[in-house]
C-alpha cells in the first residue's frame, strides 16, 4: 500500500487535503502495550466510502482541537454486500494504513465494519477503538420512555443485527423495530435530502414504522443523519431521533478523556485520504462536512 509522502498538516478553519463486534464503546489492547501516548497524534478514522464524513463533522465541531485523518475505501464501497471475512481483511488493511500515519485513536465509521471488525481491530492494536453502532445503541435506550425502539439502516446492517444486539445490552426489556431504508444512502450523495423525492421515500419507508408506537429512533446509517429533516417530518415530534454519528463523536471525546489523550490547545487539522479517484469524494465530501474539500489524497491498494 502506498500514498503521498505529504504530511497531513491542513487547518481546520479552511480544510485542506495533504500528502466478531467489540463488547464495548472503546476498547485498548489488552495483550499489546499501552496506547500511544501523545495527546498531539491525530485521530484515524475509517469508512467504506463518504458515509463516514458525518462522524468525522461532528467530530470537527465537538473537538476543534483534534487532527483528524480520514480515509474513504471508495475503490472497494460498499462493504454491506461483502461477506464478513473480506470486511475484516479491508478493514485491517485501512487500520494499518492509518496507524502508520501515528494515530492516538481509531474510529470505524463504518456500520459494516464496525458490527463485525471492531473487537478484531481492538485486539490487534494498541489504541483505543471506538466504533458506531454502541454509542447510538447506548443513547437510544437512556431515550426511550416505553420501551419501544426503531433502527433504521442499510439492508446489510439491519440483517448483521449488531444494533438489536447492542440495544439489549442496555435494555433487555426493550422492543425493537427494523427498517431497511436502501435509497437513503444515494439520496444524500446526490444531496437530495430535503425535497419531494427524499419526502416520498421517507413516507414510503417509514409509515408504518411510526405505528408501531416508537418513541425513539436511531439513524443507523451514517449517511442518514442528512435526511434527519424528513425523517423527522415523517414520524412527528413524539419520536426522538438518534444521530449515530453526534453519539460516537460525544463516545471520541469521552474516550479521549478516559486514556488522558485530548489535546489541549491549539487548532486541528483534518488530511483526507480515498482509494479511488479523489474528485467525487472531494465534491460529496464538502456537502457532508460544510465546508469546500479542495481535493484528498489517492493511495494505492
Known amino acids: 500500500m502506498r500514498s503521498s509522502p505529504s504530511r497531513a498538516n491542513g487547518s481546520r478553519r479552511s480544510v485542506r487535503d495533504q500528502n466478531g463486534a467489540a463488547s464495548s464503546t472503546a476498547r485498548a489492547s489488552t495483550n499489546r502495550q499501552r496506547p500511544n501516548p501523545n495527546a498531539k497524534a491525530a485521530i484515524g478514522v475509517f469508512d467504506s466510502g463518504v458515509g463516514g464524513?458525518?462522524?468525522?463533522?461532528?467530530?470537527?465541531?465537538?473537538?476543534?482541537?483534534?487532527?483528524?485523518?480520514?480515509?474513504?475505501?471508495?475503490?472497494?464501497?460498499?462493504?454491506?454486500?461483502?461477506?464478513?471475512e473480506v470486511v475484516r481483511r479491508y478493514s485491517l488493511e485501512n487500520t494499518e494504513f492509518l496507524v502508520d500515519k501515528g494515530i492516538k485513536m481509531l474510529v470505524v465509521a463504518c456500520n459494516s465494519a464496525a458490527a463485525v471488525a471492531l473487537g478484531m481491530l481492538a485486539d490487534r492494536f494498541a489504541l483505543p477503538v471506538v466504533g458506531v453502532i454502541e454509542p447510538g445503541a447506548r443513547q437510544a435506550a437512556r431515550q426511550t420512555s416505553n420501551h419501544k425502539v426503531g433502527i433504521i439502516g442499510t439492508e446489510a446492517t439491519i440483517a448483521s443485527g449488531a444494533y438489536t444486539r447492542a440495544l439489549r445490552q442496555f435494555d433487555d426489556k426493550v422492543e425493537i423495530y427494523t427498517r431497511a431504508c436502501p435509497l437513503f444512502v444515494p439520496l444524500a450523495e446526490e444531496g437530495w435530502t430535503d425535497n419531494a423525492v427524499a419526502r416520498e421515500a421517507a413516507a414510503a419507508y417509514l409509515t408504518s414504522l411510526k405505528r408501531s408506537g416508537i418513541d425513539t429512533l436511531i439513524l443507523g446509517c451514517t449517511h442518514y443523519p442528512l435526511l434527519a429533516r424528513v425523517?423527522?417530518?415523517?414520524?412527528?415530534?413524539?419520536?426522538?431521533?438518534?444521530?449515530?454519528?453526534?453519539?460516537?463523536a460525544v463516545a471520541v471525546r469521552d474516550t479521549l478523556v478516559r486514556y488522558g489523550?485530548?489535546?489541549?490547545?491549539?487548532?486541528?487539522?483534518?488530511?483526507?485520504?480515498?482509494?479511488?479517484v479523489p474528485e467525487r469524494f472531494s465534491k460529496v465530501a464538502s456537502r457532508f462536512i460544510g465546508q469546500k474539500v479542495d481535493s484528498a489524497v489517492r493511495i494505492e491498494r
Open 261 to 276: 489523550l485530548p489535546r489541549r490547545s491549539g487548532e486541528g487539522s483534518v488530511s483526507f485520504f480515498v482509494t479511488d
Open 231 to 248: 425523517i423527522g417530518e415523517v414520524m412527528g415530534p413524539k419520536v426522538t431521533l438518534v444521530d449515530s454519528a453526534h453519539t460516537t
Open 53 to 84: 464524513l458525518t462522524v468525522l463533522q461532528q467530530m470537527m465541531e465537538l473537538l476543534p482541537q483534534e487532527h483528524l485523518i480520514y480515509l474513504g475505501d471508495t475503490a472497494r464501497y460498499p462493504y454491506g454486500s461483502k461477506s464478513a
